[in-house]
Each structure stands twice: as structure tokens, then as C-alpha cells.
């Protein structure tokens, strides 16, 4: 549909070197997304010729400013979304038939609880609506919300929790029921600063415990080198990736790599990609 | 001074204020045509005539008092309304759900079941009448005909009122739709359906006893008409009236305790957490 070529190049060498090393988890292949804007009915080209391969395991995020595609493109890998044209494959299958499986868990900018439920009740909505056992769901909840720091507020309800704990209540459902991969689309961008850091480190504690592939989009460039394995930028009109930026820095990381020059080095080399912002 | 004002400004104080200013100016009123001759004689009449009457014993059709007689035609039309809400609320549901499911339905439907909602009951009541030829049940379907249209779009509304993002998480979470009906949709549309349930409440009770006025077979309606026509007692009249305004309100105050009692919330609400 557009022309290939103009799409940028140097990544497609990138992708192969690493394709052969080990077994792609997520694999996105020259996929655009193109939907009428809900507005004004016109076609925004939100994605253009992007091309991605995520490995298992691996904590990678999607940054870039607003309208680069970063959420069409996470929506598409779950299955929200359509591509227009190109092919995502998520373990050789089609994100629908894993999303059917279930493998997917999924955290929303906004915490998405439902207030009538006390916390340990949405920790178990998602296992409730896979017929789970009563005594594996309650096994679960308690294991996941100690794993999030909440055990002792299991029967409070979202609306008494700061929104630094909702978030948190949220996470622990995504992985209540064990996802193979979780998305994670801006999961804490409406916190403040120091919760928000907080949460990047007990994020990557979790992550280190449970050794899920994890898709993580924000809008942040520390908190994306922080976090991630790899750092993809993403670029807007239209949407397309302009560099991968691989993140070398050792594990397990604390805050206080954020004061080395490594990590400033890095940030920079990921703000030096955007490309027409 | 400031605990006076904290006191006024309290809802059940606002409700007294509101009941003496009634009684007040309803007395005012009655002493007023008190010193002319009251022709017929149950124009406003005093409040305490009123209340007397009700605890009069004296048999006015041979076997029951006033209240006695009141009363038991209050539950004829309160069993009658209270069918037609049930029926015209489940109706009104399961429009809404239908509507929800298919975007048909709605667009065809929906636009013109507000029809149906302004022909005046009184005018509909004679058709209604004429094709069931039974008292009973044409109160009951126009009382369903009244309460399913606020059922229907509150429902909806609530349906709607979903988020996206908690669409999108069921969705993602593969769930049947049942399952996103049972879980999502109608926990979060409940407190809608209550509101239009009351809504429907009363009007069930007033379709019930404007339907009654046309034609006797008991209830409230009736007996109020034949306390118009025949002078049964002056009193049995504002006994309907009295009677018939407490069971409106009533049922306005039972659809908000089955709210409480059924509502996902109400554990929350009761702790004062939520608003």
C-alpha cells in the first residue's frame, strides 16, 4: 500500500541480527493502521510500514510524543485494533487466537476498576470469567496483591485508594491471570513524579519475579530507558518507528542509575531519534 | 448560630419545614371556606376532620368503616400497578438490552416508543379496553404501556455510560457476552434502572387509579368517582387523596430501598465512601 522503502532502513538489519539470535515473541511486520478520525470522519494514517520483533522475556517500551501511534500499535498486538494492512504475529499465532486464550493481560492509563467491587474482587474478576476455582482465585488474589504491596487493603474499595494504589490494583489483576504478555499502555502517566518512580522500581521487581514479556507505552523518555530492555521510538505523521535503542544498562536497577552517565547518555541518544516532532 | 443554620439546612428539617408550611396553608385555606356554607361539603375541609374520619367506626356500606372501605381498594390498585410495573419493567429491560445488542433496534425502535408515551392514558384506556374487553387487564397493560418507557431508556443510558477502556478490558479478557452483560453492564446500569424505576413507580400507581375512574370493578379510581357522585361520606374522598399521595410516595421510597438492598453499592454508600 505505501511504499516500503521510504520507511526507515537501518532497523530492518537491526531486527534480522536479532531474529536469528532467539524465538520472537511479538512480531510486527510492516504493519499500517489507518482509521477515520470519530470527529470529522477524516482517514488518519496512524501507523506507516512498522516493523518490530519483541523476544520472550523481554521488557520493551514504545515511546514517542502524542499521535505517533504508540497506543494503535500496543491496541494492535492485543487485538483492539486492526491492522490496515501487514501482519502481527504473537507466538506464530494471530493476536486474536491468543487473545481467545487468554495469554494477555492488559493495564490502561486509567486504572479501569470497578468501584463496586472491593479490591480482592477485581484482583478476581478476570479469573471469574475463566471458571477458575473458587480456591485457586483466592490463592491468586492474595499472592498477586502481596506481589503488589496491597494485601492489607484487599477489602477496601478502589474509590478509598490513592490513584498510585488503584494503578497498582490494576497490575495485579493483569497478572492474576498469569498473562504470557503484558501490556502496559501508559500505566502511569496520570501519577505524580515520586509515585510514578516508585512504581517503575516495584514494577521491575515484579517483572523479575513473574519473567513476562512486557510491552510498556509511555510518553516519558527516563521512565522508558529506566524500565526497558529496549526502547523503541516511535515518530508521529504517520506514525512509524524511526529507532530502536537498545538499553545495556546492568539488572537489577534502582533509581539511582538515573544519576549515571550511562543513563543520561542513553536518554539523550533516545530524544536525538524523534524524527518531525 | 452556626449550628441553627446547620440544623436548617439538614434534609429532614427541610422536609418538616415543608410539611408545616403544608398544614399551614391548607388550614388557612379550610378557615377561609369555613365561614361560607361549604356546598358540597367536602371543599377543603379541615386536616383534623380529615384524620378524624379515617379513625371514625361507623359502617358506611354496611360491613367496613371509611379507612377499612379506603384501604381495601388502595390494594386492588396497588396489587394492579405493582403487576403492570413488573411486567412494563421487564419490558422496559429487555428493550434496553436489546437495544444495547443491536444498534437496529435502537435506531428503529427507540424514536418511536415516545409515541406511545404521549397519547394521554385517559385516551388510551378505551382502546386498551375495548381490545382486552377486561377491567383488570387493561389497567395492567397501561400501567406496563406507563412504566416500561423510563425503565427502557434509563437502562440504556446506563448501558452507555459503560467506559470504553472497561469494554476494552473485557474484550481483551476474551469474555462471552453474557458474561459482559452480567458483570459490567448491568452492575454499572443499575443505579439507572432504579431512577427510572422511580420514575415508573408512581405513574404505575396514577395509571392505576385514572383507569379506575372510568369504569368500577374496585380500587382506588372508583370508589373515587362514586364518592364524587353518591355522598358515601364527605370524608372517604380526601381519605383516597391522602391515601393515594402516601402510596406514590411510597413506592417511590420501596424502589429506593430495593436499591440499597440490591445495589452493588450500597455496602460502599454505607460506609459514606462514595458519592
Not at chain 1, 491468543?98 to 478476581?124: A, E, H, M, T
Not at chain 1, 513524579?193 to 523518555?221: A, G, P, Q, R, Y
Amino acid at each position: 500500500m505505501f511504499g516500503r522503502k521510504t520507511a526507515v532502513e537501518p532497523r530492518m538489519t537491526w531486527e534480522k541480527n536479532n531474529e536469528a539470535a532467539v524465538g520472537a515473541e511479538i512480531k510486527v511486520e510492516n504493519v499500517s493502521i489507518s482509521f477515520p478520525n470519530t470527529a470529522n470522519g477524516e482517514i488518519i494514517e496512524a501507523l506507516r510500514n512498522v516493523d518490530l520483533t519483541i523476544e520472550r522475556g523481554q521488557f520493551i517500551s514504545l515511546v514517542g510524543p502524542s499521535g505517533c501511534g504508540k497506543t494503535t500499535l500496543l491496541r494492535a498486538i492485543a487485538d483492539l485494533q486492526q491492522p490496515t494492512s501487514g501482519e502481527i504475529s504473537v507466538r506464530g499465532q494471530n493476536p486474536r487466537d491468543v487473545r481467545l486464550q487468554k495469554k494477555y493481560g492488559i493495564v490502561f492509563q486509567s486504572p479501569v476498576l470497578y468501584d463496586w467491587r472491593s479490591v480482592r474482587r477485581n484482583v478476581c474478576m478476570p479469573m471469574e470469567l475463566m471458571g477458575l476455582p473458587k480456591k485457586h482465585r483466592t490463592k491468586m488474589v492474595t499472592e498477586m496483591l502481596d506481589l503488589v504491596g496491597l494485601l492489607d487493603f484487599g477489602s477496601k474499595y478502589p474509590k478509598e485508594l490513592s490513584g498510585g494504589m488503584q494503578q497498582r490494583v490494576g497490575i495485579a489483576r493483569a497478572l492474576a491471570i498469569r498473562p504470557e504478555i503484558l501490556l502496559m499502555d501508559e500505566p502511569f502517566s496520570a501519577l505524580d513524579e515520586f509515585t510514578k518512580e516508585k512504581l517503575n522500581e516495584d514494577l521491575l521487581e515484579i517483572w523479575s519475579k513473574t519473567k513476562t514479556t512486557i510491552v510498556f507505552v509511555t510518553h516519558n523518555i527516563s521512565e522508558a530507558v529506566f524500565l526497558s530492555d529496549k526502547v523503541v521510538v516511535l515518530s508521529p505523521h504517520p506514525g512509524r518507528v524511526s529507532a530502536v535503542v537498545d538499553i545495556d544498562l546492568p539488572r537489577p536497577r534502582t533509581l539511582d542509575i538515573k544519576n549515571e552517565a550511562e543513563f543520561g547518555a542513553l536518554v539523550a541518544k533516545v530524544r536525538s531519534s524523534f524524527e518531525g516532532v | 448560630m452556626g449550628k441553627i443554620k446547620k440544623v436548617l439546612s439538614s434534609s429532614k428539617m427541610v422536609t418538616v419545614v415543608w410539611v408545616l408550611g403544608f398544614i399551614a396553608v391548607w388550614e388557612i385555606g379550610a378557615t377561609i371556606v369555613g365561614f361560607t356554607k361549604r356546598t358540597p361539603e367536602n371543599v377543603l375541609p379541615h386536616i383534623y376532620q380529615i384524620f378524624g374520619s379515617m379513625f371514625s367506626t361507623k359502617l358506611i356500606n354496611g360491613s367496613q368503616t371509611a379507612l377499612q372501605l379506603v384501604l381495601s381498594n388502595a390494594g386492588v390498585t396497588l396489587l394492579r400497578a405493582g403487576i403492570g410495573l413488573v411486567i412494563g419493567a421487564a419490558i422496559g429491560f429487555l428493550l434496553a438490552v436489546l437495544m444495547s445488542r443491536f444498534k437496529i433496534v435502537e435506531k428503529t425502535i427507540f424514536p418511536y416508543l415516545m409515541i406511545i408515551q404521549m397519547i394521554p392514558i385517559l385516551g388510551m384506556a378505551p382502546i386498551i379496553l375495548a381490545i382486552t374487553k377486561d377491567i383488570d387487564q387493561s389497567r395492567i397493560i397501561i400501567a406496563a404501556i406507563l412504566t416500561f418507557y423510563p425503565v427502557a431508556t434509563n437502562t440504556l443510558a446506563g448501558f452507555k455510560s459503560v467506559e470504553k477502556e472497561k469494554q476494552d478490558l473485557m474484550y481483551s479478557l476474551a469474555a462471552s457476552r453474557y458474561q459482559i452483560y452480567k458483570k459490567l453492564l448491568l452492575p454499572t446500569s443499575l443505579p439507572y434502572l432504579f431512577s427510572g424505576l422511580k420514575i415508573a413507580a408512581p405513574m404505575a400507581i396514577t395509571a392505576s387509579i385514572l383507569v379506575d375512574t372510568l369504569q368500577g370493578s374496585g380500587g382506588l379510581g372508583t370508589l373515587l368517582s362514586q364518592s364524587l357522585k353518591h355522598a358515601m361520606s364527605i370524608y372517604v374522598f380526601w381519605q383516597i387523596v391522602f391515601v393515594s399521595a402516601a402510596i406514590g410516595i411510597l413506592s417511590y421510597n420501596l424502589m429506593s430501598l430495593l436499591e440499597k438492598i440490591t445495589s452493588p453499592y450500597a455496602k460502599n454508600k454505607k460506609k459514606g465512601e462514595i458519592k
